[in-house]
């Protein structure tokens, strides 16, 4: 017995290893594959994420524009002048139908709630393929937009000492109660800033 016992464990050390199981070529390109496509869902997921959060900010800022012209209206900013400076000028935001990556902050001089180039404070652009799509103005139930052609440009205007805003346009003339200011991506994600005659500015998404 003890004889057959040493010849097993002789022929069992001698005896070749086994072959290690492993991945073949075909299942290594399933795997590759499959984790590939996890990234490539991550990366898009994160990158609309991204996009959205960018769209958002973009319409913040801009509201913050319009709050900066709302705050230094009614907090009676001075304006340099020529000789002197101007106490009673309100502020306000000025944008064009025929530019969609840029709008002005500008100082009414004059009062007269209209943006004139000397009146230019700052002139404020969107980059990256980010744009206003359209900018839409109610005025007696009926609404005026710049991509219908029935709103050639909008100025937004804080007078003190009242906080409401002054909401017109010119060529032709026209007075508002609201005005909607869609942002768009390059992706086609949108946020709309709302501005209200009362001065109430909010942030709504398409």
Do not use: H, W
Not at 22 to 42: H, M, N, R
Not at 53 to 80: E, K, M
């Amino acid at each position: 017995m003890i004889a057959l016992l040493k010849k097993f464990k002789a022929k069992n050390l001698t005896a070749k290893p086994n072959l290690l199981s492993g991945f073949s070529l075909i299942e290594l390109l399933i795997v590759s594959s499959i984790f590939a496509l996890i990234t490539s869902i991550i990366m898009i997921r994160f990158s609309l994420f991204n996009n959205r959060i960018l769209t958002t900010n973009l319409a913040y800022d801009i509201a913050l524009s319009i709050r900066q012209a709302q705050t230094f209206g009614i907090n009676v900013r001075g304006v340099d002048s020529g000789p002197g400076t101007i106490f009673s000028a309100g502020y306000g935001l000025y944008f064009a139908s025929g530019n969609k990556t840029e709008y002005v902050f500008f100082a009414d001089n004059n009062n007269n709630k209209k943006y004139e180039s000397p009146e230019l404070l700052e002139t404020l652009r969107l980059f990256g393929g980010y744009a206003i799509k359209d900018i839409c103005a109610e005025s007696l139930g009926a609404s005026y937009c710049f991509l219908d052609g029935g709103l050639p440009n909008l100025s937004i205007v804080f007078t003190r000492p009242e906080p409401d805003a002054s909401l017109k346009s010119f060529g032709p003339s026209r007075t508002y109660e609201k005005a909607s200011l869609v942002v768009t991506s390059p992706q086609g994600d949108e946020r709309t800033v709302d501005v209200y005659l009362t001065g109430q500015i909010s942030i709504r998404q398409n």
